[in-house]
């Protein structure tokens, strides 16, 4: 297995002294946060593959690198972890893609978010797209900094994406994070509220006025009913 090196950009990527890691796992420790492979080109374009190899000493057997024909020159690509930007915080991957408590590229940062030990994980979200075109419209820029990966799924594509979330032990559910507890709050004070303002109290549940005359309620689909203050 390749050992990568991790840096923030690809000139770091190069130096003898830059930490390495083999697995995401190892890199996201090393970095305190989410990593993904970044795979980019060397600006130097060569003549011959002696010529790249000459530059680039371990271009073979190390898997860093890739040897390539493009545009009338050989060019080198190189693969090494670099941090993402930091990831969504929330109790659910569908809370992390539609409405995070923020976001947090350390488990303390996510800790103060959460109010509670956090965890980085990954989760495929429900919602399938008929090609990469489709769903690359939606999630691109996560995509591209490597908090969302595309996934295959009954013959379409998902998106799974990367987040932090509260860690706790199973069966049992984490505690409400200080945001969640304010939102709760807010919401039990409230009055209720249907979809629909309220009739008047004469009006019966399965009864509407009549678009015609308001003193008409109807309560059959033929028309049937009766005159307000009726029985």
Do not use: C
Request: glycine share 6%.
């Amino acid at each position: 297995m390749s050992i990568f090196p991790l840096a923030a950009n690809l000139a770091a990527a190069r130096q003898p002294d830059a930490p390495r890691a083999r697995t995401e796992d190892e890199a996201t420790t090393l970095a305190g946060g989410p990593v993904f492979l970044a795979v980019e080109e060397l600006p130097d374009q060569f003549e011959t593959p002696a010529a790249a190899e000459q530059a680039v000493p371990d271009l073979y057997g190390t898997g860093l690198y890739e040897l390539t024909w493009r545009e009338g020159a050989w060019r080198v690509i190189m693969r090494y972890w670099r941090p993402a930007p930091p990831a969504p915080v929330a109790r659910t991957g569908d809370a992390a893609a539609k409405k995070p408590l923020g976001h947090a590229r350390t488990p303390e940062q996510a800790r103060v978010l959460l109010g509670a030990p956090a965890e980085l994980a990954s989760e495929v979200l429900a919602k399938l797209y008929l090609d990469h075109k489709a769903l690359l419209k939606r999630w691109s820029a996560l995509v591209k900094n490597g908090l969302a990966e595309i996934v295959e799924r009954d013959g379409k594509f998902a998106v799974s994406l990367t987040y932090w979330r509260p860690m706790h032990a199973p069966g049992i559910a984490a505690p409400l994070a200080p945001v969640e507890r304010i939102e709760l709050a807010e919401r039990v004070a409230a009055p209720m509220r249907g979809p629909t303002p309220q009739a008047d109290l004469d009006i019966g549940l399965f009864e509407n006025q009549a678009p015609e005359n308001p003193n008409v309620l109807l309560v059959t689909e033929e028309g049937d009913g009766r005159f307000r203050g009726s029985e």
